[in-house]
C-alpha cells in the first residue's frame, strides 16, 4: 500500500519558519519525484515545490522561491519542505504528492498524502 505520511505542520507568526517532512512508502522511492502541493480556503490545489528521484532536480512556485528549500533523504524515503519567512499567503493544507515525472508533478501526483495544516498569522 502506498503510504505518504506528511508531518511538521502548525502554527507560525508571519517571518517565522517551519520545516515539513512527508515519508513515503509502499512504493520504489528512487522511481518517483516527490513534492508538495498546496490548497488554501476556496482556491485550487497548486504545485508549491518537487524534487527528482535522486534530488538532482528541483522545481519551485515563484510564490515560495528564494523562501522554501526542498531536500531529499533517500536512505529514509523521506522528503523535507524547509520553510522561511512564512507570509499570511501561505496559509493552506500542504499535501504530499509523487509521480514518476518531475516534470508532470509540477501539475499533479499519482500518490496523496493525507495533509498537514500551515497557519501564518499576520
Known amino acids: 500500500e502506498v503510504q505518504l505520511v506528511e508531518s511538521g505542520g502548525g502554527f507560525v507568526q508571519a517571518g517565522g519558519s517551519l520545516r515539513l517532512s512527508c515519508a513515503a512508502s509502499?512504493?520504489?522511492?528512487?522511481?518517483?519525484?516527490i513534492g508538495w502541493f498546496r490548497q488554501a480556503p476556496g482556491k485550487e490545489r497548486e504545485g508549491v515545490s518537487c524534487?527528482?528521484?535522486?534530488?538532482?532536480?528541483?522545481y519551485y512556485a515563484d510564490s515560495v522561491k528564494g523562501r522554501f528549500t526542498i531536500s531529499s533523504d533517500n536512505a529514509k524515503n523521506t522528503i523535507y519542505l524547509q520553510m522561511n519567512s512564512l507570509k499570511p499567503e501561505d496559509t493552506a493544507v500542504y499535501y504530499c504528492?509523487?509521480?514518476?515525472?518531475?516534470?508532470?508533478?509540477?501539475?499533479?501526483?499519482?500518490?496523496w498524502g493525507q495533509g498537514t495544516q500551515v497557519t501564518v498569522s499576520s
Open positions: 509502499g512504493f520504489t522511492f528512487d522511481d518517483y519525484a
Open positions: 504528492a509523487a509521480h514518476r515525472s518531475l516534470l508532470l508533478l509540477r501539475l499533479w501526483a499519482s500518490y
Open positions: 524534487i527528482s528521484s535522486r534530488g538532482g532536480s528541483t
